[in-house]
Every structure is written in C-alpha cells, then in structure tokens.
C-alpha cells in the first residue's frame, strides 16, 4: 500500500498539508493513502499538527531520536511476528501447478515485501543523514546492523519454511522484483 505513493507525499509534505489536499494532489485510492501516511509517521518520516478539526502531515528533516527509533523498531517487530505467525499457518504458498502462487501466499508476500521496504526506506534515510553530518556514524551503523538483521530474519524464515526448490526460487524472483531497496528517493 504505502510504497507507490511515498515519493508523491514526501514532494507535497515540504510544508503543512491536509490529509484531503494530500489525497487530491497524489491521487488515487483514498484509504491506500491514509494508510500510507499513517506508515510514514509511524516510522517517522511525517510528523502531524491539528488545525481545528484537521490534521496537517509535515515531512520531517530532523534525526530520528533513540526513543522513536526503538518504537519504530517495535511495530516493525509486531508487524514481523504476525508474519511469522502466517508462516506457520500456511502449509505451502504455491498452487499445485508449481508456478503460480495461493492467494494467501501472495498476500503474505506482498504484506513482507511492503515491511522489507519500509526498512530499506529507513536504511536510505540513515545513510542520508550520515553523509549529511547529522547522525554520527556509530549510530547509523548500529541502526542499519538493526534493520538488516530484522529484514533478513523474516527472508530467511519464509524460505527455510518452503525448501523445495522451485518454490524457493519463486519466493526470491518475487522479492527481486518487487523490493526497492535503493529505488526511493527521500
């Protein structure tokens, strides 16, 4: 959900914005947009005032502090355990062609590869603001080792549950193309 509209909220969230000019101006589905802002303050990449009745989403510059970044990291860890919790619960994801995956297995895929970018988004951030100066570089570190190890968790978990070959092979051409770890652009 949130992927295909970030770029497009982080341009019109330079300055305070509505959540229905944001809406207008992104275009597209309604809820798949609010549940994107919704993601980016969650993981700090927007932050929000009220105006009387409305809410305003500013994108933020600053440095994320250790507090935020702990509680982010905690609803990526819940996200994750309700993953691992599917895994378990699905027997197999591929129909029985071979080739093409359930319907459940698609959208356990589709719900990891959005977390996996969500990270990776994180990652890109981390890096921009080491180079910028504005967070040291043994926190960065500590910070990408953080979201690397949570990312490769949940990869090696799905492919450790589905060992035969052909499905292992179409869980990874999946997440080659559908993971954008370096297409953001923050």
């Not at 609010?34 to 993981?43: S, T, V």
């Not at 009387?52 to 970044?69: A, C, G, P, R, S």
């Not at 080491?130 to 949570?150: D, P, V």
């Amino acid at each position: 959900m949130t992927t295909i509209y970030d770029d497009k909220i982080f341009k019109l969230t330079s300055n305070w914005r509505t959540t229905n000019d944001i809406v207008r101006k992104v275009g597209g589905d309604k809820s798949a947009i609010i549940n994107a802002l919704k993601r980016l303050l969650e993981i700090g990449y927007l932050e929000t005032k009220l105006d009387t009745n409305k809410v305003l989403y500013k994108k933020t510059d600053t440095v994320q502090n250790e507090f935020d970044f702990i509680q982010m990291m905690s609803v990526f860890e819940f996200n994750q355990k309700t993953e691992l919790n599917i895994i378990n619960q699905i027997p197999t994801i591929m129909m029985n062609d071979g080739v093409r995956f359930r319907k459940k297995g698609l959208d356990l895929l589709e719900h990891i590869q959005k977390e996996v970018n969500r990270s990776y988004m994180v990652i890109i951030r981390i890096d921009d603001q080491q180079k910028l100066g504005t967070m040291s570089f043994k926190i960065a570190k500590e910070r990408k080792e953080k979201l690397n190890k949570h990312i490769k968790k949940i990869l090696s978990v799905i492919l450790n549950k589905y060992p035969e070959e052909k499905t292992r092979k179409s869980i990874q051409e999946y997440f080659e193309k559908y993971t954008m770890e370096s297409q953001f652009k923050i």
